[in-house]
């Protein structure tokens, strides 16, 4: 597809992705209410009212549709398109139930590993690490555990930081349009299809998600969102699935920080990484006086910064060099900016003197 018909074929595309999921997120702030899918605030909760959740199930079904209308309009992927989907309906029917009443994590964390598994054995691990402007590394033997970590970890990453309004539909809809990109540079149709109906899906729900929330995410959208995100790349294959991978990864960089800083912290603090807490980053400062709104805002906007750079290249190979050098600059003072705005933001309440106990004297 070239010139304008080809604007026009994915212009709709994503747009009837992303309306029939904000169609759809609005039947199910009805459906789940008189179910009782709901989620109640406690004490490690970021918000103050009782939400219905499962709102993620809307992109599930959009996506679901996007990948059968895939497979019957480039038949020759419709085995990887396959493969994609099947383990992804599982991560989001374990998720779902798990909405409904909490799953030991030995089972939740099982299927994010079999899911993972089977993506990797039916679509190949990704062999090889793409280091820009450096070259590609070989991962050898290494291709295999970094494959499977790299998407049960992102299934759980994704989900570990989908606690605010926003945060998630948000960073994913930047994720899938960045793989979407990339995809259509690297003349992969299929892929950037797929990737830009779960940009759209994602934008959809967001009608319903942003601040104020109407209606959450649950683990039936934000597992399948990290599943998603983690395993589009492998469709690029040997050749491109790395490209795919850092862009990817890219993208994703707010949460894979916010989510290992956080984890190292608390590890050596010696507290149990697996309780629920509320001492990720953005949740810090949630808790320091940001809206959800800005909080949200912020992550998207670094997301969407870090993809645009590492996009570049695939346009035009003669700035790799250059690029490779700014996105990492750029994720590096992310992470920096990151940090100082929580320090900074906590400091008033850090000055306040302690409550003093019995009469003041």
């Excluded at 099982?110 to 054995?121: F, I, K, P, R, Y």
């Excluded at 920096?336 to 409550?355: D, G, Y």
């Amino acid at each position: 597809m070239n010139g304008w018909f080809a604007y026009v074929w994915w212009s709709a595309w994503f747009l009837v992705a992303a309306a029939v999921a904000s169609v759809a997120t609005e039947w199910l702030i009805g459906w789940t209410s008189a179910r009782g899918v709901l989620d109640r605030p406690n004490e490690r909760s970021s918000h103050t009212r009782v939400t219905p959740r499962g709102g993620g199930i809307a992109i599930v079904a959009v996506m679901a549709w996007a990948v059968l209308l895939a497979a019957m309009l480039w038949p020759n992927s419709r085995v990887s398109l396959v493969a994609l989907l099947v383990p992804a309906l599982a991560i989001a029917a374990v998720s779902w139930l798990d909405d409904l009443e909490p799953l030991p994590n030995r089972i939740r964390f099982g299927v994010h590993l079999a899911a993972a598994a089977t993506a990797a054995v039916f679509l190949g691990p990704i062999r090889s690490a793409d280091a820009g402007s450096l070259g590609t590394v070989p991962l050898g033997v290494a291709a295999w555990p970094l494959t499977l970590l790299w998407i049960a970890g992102m299934t759980n990453a994704f989900n570990f930081m989908d606690g605010i309004d926003g945060i998630a539909g948000i960073t994913a809809a930047v994720a899938g349009a960045a793989i979407a990109a990339a995809a259509g540079c690297l003349g992969l149709e299929p892929v950037a299809a797929v990737s830009l109906a779960f940009a759209g899906a994602s934008i959809g729900f967001l009608t319903c998600n942003w601040p104020p929330a109407r209606i959450f995410m649950g683990d039936v959208g934000s597992a399948f969102c990290g599943f998603l995100i983690a395993v589009l790349p492998l469709l690029g294959g040997e050749t491109h699935g790395p490209r795919l991978a850092i862009v990817a990864a890219v993208a994703m960089w707010p949460f894979i920080f916010d989510t290992a800083f956080t984890l190292c912290r608390r590890a050596a603090r010696g507290e149990n990484v697996f309780t629920a807490h509320r001492s990720h980053l953005y949740q810090r400062l949630v808790i320091a006086g940001w809206s959800h709104r800005a909080v949200s805002t912020l992550y998207g906007g670094l997301s969407a910064m870090a993809a645009a750079l590492a996009i570049t290249p695939l346009r035009d190979a003669g700035v790799l060099r250059t690029a490779t050098t700014v996105t990492a600059a750029t994720i590096t003072v992310g992470m920096a900016l990151l940090l100082a705005l929580v320090h900074l933001s906590e400091r008033p309440q850090q000055a306040q003197p302690r409550k003093r106990w019995g009469p003041s004297p």
